[in-house]
């Protein structure tokens, strides 16, 4: 249940199309759903504005299985990040309406629930090389489920700086932006420099020797000398688009009658 569909009940029973006994019945229901290997908190969009999402990241088949089975029922956009190529395919083989995208590892389903026009403006996507794109797919079509419109310029690090020079408009135009960076992590500075949005910087995992696992990209952001820029965990596509979302997303107004 979101703002929305709470707001509709409430009216229903204000304009009588339903009784007080019904709502009150769907409100009751329990927010938070028992399986075997999990609790399932139904009412996390009604609080937070963003649904549940399920990390798929060590977690079996059949755990898998039975928390999506389960979100499939409810009336909201079904998310897990983190499946691989074989647990995706061993679950879109038994669970009918699951979509698999081997780019960000995201297992979706219920896109009839992907919410209308919640997006403030629009949220652009970058990275500095090719090899950061699993990253920055996983923020993009998070993102997109959340109901946010999303841009990407992707391979425009600052090897040949030219390439994101070249979008100084277009980066104008952005209401916040996520840039995603290995090596020394230096393109989300450049272009928190060139635009008055918000910049979410996520350091990935990308690099040789002295980058660490994407340590030496994350201690260059966080050390930044450039203004409006906030950073997220190593190859955290998911926090970034978390936090975009936020920034992003329309506060709910109830229509008058």
Partial sequence: ????????????????RINPEQALKKIRLPPVEILDSARLDHHRLLRTGLPEVVLGENKTVEQL????????KQPAIVVAT???????????AQVEGLKYHPASRLLTGNEEYIPQDISRGTVM????????LPVAEEARLCLEYFGHTVETIYDAGVAGIHRILAHSEHLQQASVLIVVAG??????????????????????SIGYGTGA??????????NSCASGMAVVNID??????????????????????
């Fill in 1 to 16: 249940m979101n703002e929305k569909a709470l707001f509709t009940l409430l009216q229903q029973v204000k304009n009588g």
């Fill in 65 to 72: 299985l039975e928390i999506l089975q389960a979100m499939l």
């Fill in 82 to 92: 983190r499946v691989s190529p074989e647990k995706a395919k061993q679950a879109c």
């Fill in 125 to 132: 996507v970058i990275t500095a090389g090719t090899s950061d």
């Fill in 183 to 204: 090596m020394e992590g230096a393109l989300p500075s450049v272009v928190a420099g060139m635009t008055p949005a918000p910049v979410i910087a996520v350091p990935s």
């Fill in 213 to 222: 696992g994407g340590f030496s990209a994350l201690l260059g952001m966080l």
């Fill in 236 to 257: 955290n596509g998911f926090g970034a688009a978390c936090m975009a979302a936020a920034i992003n997303r329309k506060r709910f107004q109830p229509s008058p009658d």
